[in-house]
């Protein structure tokens, strides 16, 4: 199986004008290989490029850009096999996130890893989550 490069369409709702991030760090927004799917790092920016302030809307945002990486592959949240997410104040901001992420990720959950780091890429982030998912047995594009 070859490796496929996923694209975030420029006129993406849930992205809007952040998918020139790509381009302009020269990195693609996830990586088929394998059966798998590998998401880059997601971050919470809404789609006009601002950042909300809460640790609740930014896991909303990071989850829901997943999910749309997700469904332009023709996959959902559902099918996450491994999730890490990384958390520059995690003790600060673990219960908003969990209590987040909890409406969104459902059984069987998949395998997640948080991480305490002393920064991100800008300090206003206060969550990255990358993530793996697994296409349907026999359903790899």
């Given at each position: 199986?070859?490796t496929?490069?996923?694209?975030?369409p420029e006129?993406?709702?849930v992205?809007?004008?952040?998918?020139?991030?790509f381009?302009r760090?020269?990195y693609s927004a996830?990586v088929?290989?394998?059966?798998?799917?590998f998401?880059?790092?997601?971050?919470g920016?809404?789609?006009?490029?601002s950042?909300?302030?809460?640790?609740?809307?930014?896991?909303?945002?990071?989850?829901?850009?997943?999910?749309e990486?997700?469904r332009?592959?023709?996959l959902?949240?559902?099918?996450?096999?491994e999730v890490?997410?990384y958390?520059?104040?995690m003790?600060?901001h673990?219960?908003?996130?969990l209590?987040?992420?909890k409406?969104?990720?459902?059984?069987?959950?998949?395998?997640w890893?948080?991480?305490?780091v002393?920064?991100?890429?800008?300090?206003?982030f206060?969550?990255?989550?990358?993530a793996?998912?697994?296409?349907?047995?026999?359903?790899?594009?």
């Open positions: 199986m070859s496929y490069a996923v694209s975030v006129n993406s709702e992205f809007g004008t952040t998918t020139g991030g381009a760090f020269e996830a088929r290989a394998h059966g798998l799917l998401i880059a790092g997601q971050v920016y809404r789609p006009d490029g950042l909300p302030e809460t640790i609740e809307e930014q896991t909303e945002w990071v989850l829901r850009r997943t999910e990486v997700l332009l592959e023709g959902t949240l559902a099918d996450l096999v890490v997410s958390h520059p104040d003790q600060k673990l219960a908003g996130f209590e987040t992420k409406r969104h990720i459902k059984e069987p959950y998949p395998a890893s948080m991480i305490g002393s920064g991100l890429a800008r300090p206003e206060l969550l990255e989550v990358r793996v998912a697994a296409y349907p047995d026999g359903h790899a594009r």
